[in-house]
């Protein structure tokens, strides 16, 4: 064991860059905790007591800290990766439930569930810097990665808010299937894909004309059509694969993105919501909030390599390096 | 940058500069553009209620039954309206007689074409069939009664009330699941009482079960409430549950009069479902899944109270004309009712599944919950019931077993 440890202590040293270690994090709604999993050898190294409820969950720009969306508490409580301990809390709007980060890492973008808000928080002064206001029950945040577009899914408006990062406006809103959950753009940052849980689709939105141009749909031979219910979307990084989790259909979707096709379902446990990629795109994690485990897919494989318990309705998961 | 102010919490129509504000940004949302604001006005007709004190000291009266879900609905729609050009509002009209007609006649000379109507089956019939109700949309949002689904069918009445038949079916699906296939039947001395009694024996063939034994409640129940009345209940619930033995106690006694007396009290030790005990409802209090949490909170904090089936219902029928309305882009009554009657019209209402309607007679497909007073037992349609349209249609009245829809 300090063998192993000192070896890959030297290894780090000699090759930072290519160093494999890397870690999961789980936020579990009902148990206020964060479990902290080794991503290589897919064990749990620590769970961290948090506020209440806590939800979405994203890193910081430099992956030192961890933003927690802890609803219950009316704010957002930040994490320190190396201590694990929270250092400070920020201020997020009533019911905070997911949250992305902006490209330049200091303004944080947060979804009030409670409130129709989107508000948008300046990490480094720990303050809120406005609000923005957009449909019933907001949900999915997803961020252009040229830093142009924030996309905000609204669950009982149906709609893809698009909000000009610069101006903090709402300047388009796309119709989609009920209940949107999820926005996530590609990596050339021209499409952003939004699931709909109840409506069992996701939508394709072409950015430049913030029109749909495909509303892709998913058959699991020998199951209902209401229990398909796209949640989390995740898209490599080469552009070419979308992973698409379907809630209680326990399944994970492998759709080409050329072709909107789903190539595979994989089977991973009960109502998997959310989901994130390790650094080397190598494994994907995924939270199954009834089953209250973690399943681990090999991405080369397309298989699942083991399911690891966390705690009580595990919600959001983000890989850090 | 000019910042977007919210609008206040609880107005019924958004502020007119924010709308138009929205409106000149707004580049994808449709083809369309909006000149202006598209007004939806809606009307909900109920009667006064009586006096009603609740069974229970722990139960607050309700104020607005109803009406609170409706606006909740109003809220809802509005928010998506400031982006879509809609604006939505409701003119509620509490009767203190019988006049419902004129209500609505008075209210269709205003305009209005969409009716939340929450009064006995008599009186929403007599409505539909107004000359003025025909280029209307009225949403039965009160009354259970069966025949409304299968007999007496309007055109221009959908119901978001679930049918006395769907409350037992998703009962007697759950109680299929648990085995408990042997019940007592206790039924009340009103109508209703006796319908829903009806409603429980069509379930019990439906499903597999069998009504061992039957009794008719006469009793004045209610004696707790004086100093020592409590052991009055206790010997008279006792003596009549004395008969051969059964699984569960199924009592239908829609006006709460004596069901709660029959519990902990009866001779075997047996559970009680139905209108008290274990309850079949279109909504509960305590509700939580499937995003429910923030829905019941919203509700809660608007109006210091918990929403009630009758409050969920019309929240249904407002969410159903808003989402036909953003969908369509229209508020004309026959426009939303054939969307909202076509394949095209999915709804979300924190149930976990697209609710939508049955087209041959209007009523929502919805499951149903299963709950005692502080948590959730169940949702119907059980799993293993099948249907080879919708699992939803596994409650209440199928295509094949209505008149309705056949002309």
Redesign the interface.
């Known amino acids: 064991m300090l063998q192993r440890t000192s070896a890959l202590l030297g290894l780090c040293l000699l090759a930072p860059l290519g160093a494999q270690a890397y870690t999961a994090y789980v936020s579990s709604e009902k148990d206020n905790t964060i479990t902290v999993v080794d991503g290589e050898r897919l064990e749990i190294k620590k769970t961290v007591e948090v506020g209440a409820r806590p939800r979405g969950i994203a890193l910081s720009k430099d992956n030192r800290a961890l933003y927690v969306c802890t609803s219950d508490e009316d704010h957002i409580e930040v994490l320190d990766l190396a201590s694990l301990e929270v250092t400070h809390n920020l201020p997020s709007g009533p019911?905070p439930e997911l949250l992305v980060l902006g490209p330049q890492g200091r303004f944080l973008y947060v979804a009030n569930?409670?409130?129709?808000?989107v508000t948008v928080v300046d990490v480094e002064d720990r303050s809120k810097v406005?609000?923005?206001?957009v449909?019933?029950?907001p949900e999915g945040m997803g961020v252009s990665p040229d830093g142009k577009w924030l996309v905000n899914t609204?669950?009982?408006?149906?709609?893809a808010?698009?909000i000009d990062i610069a101006?903090?406006?709402?300047?388009?809103?796309?119709?989609v299937?009920?209940?949107p959950r999820v926005a996530q753009f590609t990596p050339d940052s021209q499409q952003v894909w939004v699931s709909s849980?109840?409506?069992?689709t996701v939508s394709v939105i072409d950015v430049a004309?913030?029109?749909k141009i495909k509303v892709i749909e998913f058959a699991i031979p020998g199951m209902?059509r209401?229990l398909i219910?796209p949640v989390g979307i995740r898209i490599t990084d080469d552009g070419s694969r979308a992973f698409v989790a379907l809630g209680?259909a326990a399944r994970v979707a492998v759709v080409d993105t050329k072709t909107f096709a789903v190539e595979k379902y994989l089977l991973v446990g009960q109502r998997v919501w959310n989901l994130d990629f390790s650094p080397d795109q190598s494994r994907m994690f995924t939270t199954n909030g009834v089953s209250n485990d973690m399943s681990v897919i090999d991405m080369e494989k397309l298989k699942v390599l083991k399911t690891i318990p966390v705690g009580r309705l595990p919600w959001g998961v983000v890989v850090a390096p | 940058?000019?910042?977007?102010?919210?609008?206040p919490r609880g107005a019924v129509a958004p502020l007119p500069t924010l709308v138009l504000a929205?409106l000149l940004?707004?580049?994808?949302?449709?083809s369309t553009s909006w000149a202006e604001t598209l007004e939806v006005r809606i009307g909900l007709i109920s009667r006064e209620p009586q006096e009603y004190i609740p069974l229970s000291s722990l139960e607050i009266p309700i104020e607005n039954d109803g009406l609170e879900g409706a606006m909740q609905g109003v809220r809802?729609n509005n928010?998506?309206g400031?982006?879509?050009g809609q604006a939505f509002s409701i003119s509620p009209v509490a009767l203190e007689g019988d006049d419902a007609s004129g209500a609505l006649r008075k209210l269709h000379a205003e305009g209005l074409r969409l009716f939340l109507v929450s009064l006995p089956a008599e009186a929403l019939l007599a409505l539909a069939d107004l000359p003025e109700a025909r280029d209307s949309l009225i949403f039965n949002i009160g009354a259970p009664d069966d025949p409304l689904r299968t007999q007496d069918c309007r055109a221009n009445v959908l119901h978001t009330a679930p049918s006395r038949a769907m409350l037992a079916d998703a009962l007697a699906q759950y109680l299929a699941w648990k085995r408990w296939q042997k019940w007592f039947l206790v039924v009340g001395p009103h109508p209703g009482d006796q319908a829903y009694a009806a409603a429980l024996k069509r379930a019990a063939k439906r499903f597999g079960a069998k009504i061992v034994e039957e009794k008719a409640w006469t009793f004045e129940a209610g004696a707790s409430r004086t100093d020592s009345g409590h052991f009055n209940e206790q010997q008279l619930a006792n003596s009549f549950t004395q008969v051969d033995d059964y699984d569960i106690l199924v009592v239908a006694d829609e006006a709460d009069e004596f069901g709660e007396y029959l519990n902990y009290r009866t001779y075997r030790p047996r559970p009680i479902g139905g209108t008290q005990g274990l309850i079949p409802a279109a909504w509960s209090g305590v509700m939580e899944q499937w995003?429910a949490t923030?829905f019941q909170?919203?509700f809660r904090?608007e109006t210091g109270r918990l929403m009630t089936p009758l409050d969920y219902a019309a929240w249904l029928a407002v969410?159903s004309i808003g989402?036909a309305a953003?969908?369509t882009q229209s508020a004309d009554a026959q426009v939303l009712r054939d969307y909202i009657l076509s394949p095209d019209f999915?709804?979300?209402a924190f149930k976990?599944?697209?609710l939508s309607f049955r087209d041959w007679n209007g009523q929502v497909r919805q499951p149903i919950l299963l709950s005692e007073p502080r948590v959730l037992v169940s949702v119907s349609p059980q799993q293993g019931f099948l249907h080879q349209f919708s699992?939803l249609d596994t409650l209440g009245y199928d295509r094949g077993e209505t008149q309705c829809g056949r002309d």
């Open positions: 019911d569930e409670d409130d129709n808000m406005t609000e923005i206001q449909g019933v029950e609204s669950e009982t408006t149906n709609m808010h698009f101006k903090h406006e709402v300047v388009a809103n796309v119709l299937d009920q209940r849980e109840i409506g069992g004309t913030k029109e209902r209401e219910q209680p | 940058m000019p910042a977007v102010k919210p609008s929205t940004s707004l580049s994808a949302l449709a809802d928010t998506t400031r982006f879509t995003g923030q909170r919203r904090d969410r989402e953003t969908r999915e709804l979300a976990g599944v697209p699992v």
